[in-house]
């Protein structure tokens, strides 16, 4: 069964570096998504992306993040600056269509700030 | 008021036991809904899709009102595999088809 990758799986920063959070989506899937979740707190939508342009972003997704299709298999999340708060598990997801379309998500990269 | 509310729990059973979960959202744009189920430190995964009409698959059985804006998930004999955490999920879809999770149920099923 076709799935969505992340890599890495963990990773541990220095506060005010950049880091970027790489993902593979299913193949032929055509919508990307980013959500976070910090321990112990529910999933949050970071940014939604569709034929390279970012469709819809939350107010966490602020100038410190971007997103990007760099190829036509890898989405990349970016964090410029990372702050403590940025510790949290970083979902990506994939889906065909839009509406009414399940989304599949990876397994997540766990980003620990320091 | 959040978006989506859940009971946290968490919910105990013997197996074999039938259990109920709630869930509520505000948003009255809200299209699409689904039941997501989370296990410890891993990613959410579809559960099912839930219709106007109510559906069921296996032991789940899930059923929207939109009038109360009330979504339920009912598990039938509940067994130990099934102990997660269980999201409520909402979408309005549009431009961007964001999801809206609740903070989830969790279900511990015991022998």
């Known amino acids: 069964e076709p799935e969505v990758t992340q890599t890495p799986s963990h990773q541990v920063t220095q506060m005010g570096q950049e880091v970027i959070l790489r993902c593979v989506p299913i193949?032929?899937?055509?919508?990307f998504y980013w959500y976070r979740q910090i321990l112990g707190q529910k999933v949050e939508f970071l940014v939604s992306?569709?034929?390279?342009?970012?469709?819809?972003k939350s107010e966490i997704f602020d100038d410190q993040f971007s997103v990007e299709r760099p190829d036509g298999s890898n989405f990349t999340l970016k964090i410029r600056s990372t702050k403590l708060e940025d510790s949290a598990m970083y979902f990506c997801?994939?889906?065909?269509?839009?509406?009414?379309?399940?989304?599949?998500f990876g397994p997540g990269t766990r980003l620990l700030v320091l | 008021r959040k978006e989506v509310e859940q009971d946290p729990g968490p919910f105990n059973v013997p197996e074999g036991a039938t259990v109920a979960f709630n869930c509520t959202y505000s948003?009255?744009?809200?299209?699409?809904f689904f039941w997501y189920r989370q296990d410890c430190r891993k990613e959410p995964k579809l559960l099912m899709s839930?219709?106007?009409s109510g559906n069921e698959d296996g032991r789940f059985t899930a059923q929207l009102n939109r009038a109360s804006q009330y979504i339920s998930l009912l598990i039938r004999d509940s067994k130990l595999s099934d102990s997660a955490t269980y999201l409520c999920?909402?979408?309005?879809?549009?431009?961007?088809?964001?999801?809206?999770f609740g903070t989830g149920t969790q279900l511990k099923v015991e022998l």
């Open positions: 992306f569709y034929n390279n342009e970012i469709s819809e």
């Open positions: 999920v909402s979408s309005t879809g549009g431009g961007g088809n964001k999801l809206t």
């Open positions: 948003n009255s744009a809200s299209q699409s």
């Open positions: 839930v219709y106007s």
């Open positions: 193949s032929n899937h055509l919508y």
């Open positions: 997801a994939s889906s065909l269509y839009q509406s009414q379309e399940t989304q599949y």
